[in-house]
């Protein structure tokens, strides 16, 4: 069964340093994508940008380039997504998901990390 | 770059049928697949349409995709509407540069 297993609640004061993960089991890591999606509070869903763990090919919407950094563990089968510097714009609930290809369906997705900034 | 947009919220009575739209700013809806992710409240988004008209397996019938070049846009069909359908849905494409867009989302309403 393919799940993708992301950490858990953050709560940070904003200008503190956030690293979250989504593992992935049940099929091969480095073989598909793991895209990161932010969906602030009452909001829509926003692709932040994608990696593949295969080589760390990494991609970032123009949005979030240079706000985020995305990376891979192939070894743990893990993705990450971080932070240097929160804002309290960042409270939001961040999922990761799996696509086949770069441009392709997200056809799994986290159950969603909630990040909470505020002082 | 171009925009989805979706309507707001739409509403409908069980069994009955009900078509949220997608329409794309610029550029053909039909040089890039289209997904629907349908998400329930509290939920992570689920895939119910993926590459315009594709059903995921277990995803029902009842749920259909098609895209519409006169109108440059893409629809989301549900017919014999439940009331588990109720969810915000939202389309997905891709832009020239290989960066995913989604519409802003529609709720549904099964009332």
């Known amino acids: 069964e393919v799940q993708l297993v992301q950490s858990g609640a953050e709560v940070k004061k904003p200008g503190e340093s956030l690293k979250i993960s989504c593992k992935g089991s049940g099929y091969s890591f480095t073989s598909y994508w793991i895209g990161w999606v932010r969906q602030m509070p009452g909001k829509g869903l926003e692709w932040m940008g994608i990696?593949?763990?295969?080589?760390?090919?990494?991609r970032y919407s123009p949005s979030f380039q240079g706000q985020v950094t995305i990376s891979a563990d192939k070894s743990i089968s893990t993705a990450y997504l971080q932070w240097s510097s929160l804002k309290a714009s960042d409270t939001a609930m961040y999922y990761c998901?799996?696509?086949?290809?770069?441009?392709?369906?997200?056809?799994?997705w986290g159950q969603g990390t909630l990040v909470t900034v505020s002082s | 770059n171009f925009m989805l947009t979706q309507p707001h919220s739409v509403s409908e009575s069980p069994g009955k049928t009900v078509t949220i739209s997608c329409t794309r700013s610029?550029?053909?809806?039909?040089?890039?697949?289209v997904q629907w992710y349908q998400q329930r409240p509290g939920s992570s988004p689920t895939t119910v349409i993926y590459e315009d008209n594709q059903r995921p397996s277990g995803v029902p019938d009842r749920f259909s995709g098609s895209i519409d070049s006169s109108s440059n846009s893409a629809s989301l069909t549900i017919s014999g509407l439940k009331t588990e359908d109720e969810a915000d849905y939202y389309c997905?494409?891709?832009?020239?540069?290989?960066?995913?867009?989604f519409g802003g989302g529609t709720k549904l309403t099964v009332l």
């Open positions: 610029s550029g053909s809806i039909a040089s890039n697949y």
């Open positions: 998901v799996r696509s086949p290809t770069e441009i392709a369906v997200a056809d799994y």
């Open positions: 997905q494409s891709y832009d020239s540069s290989n960066c995913w867009v």
């Open positions: 990696i593949y763990p295969g080589d760390s090919d990494t």
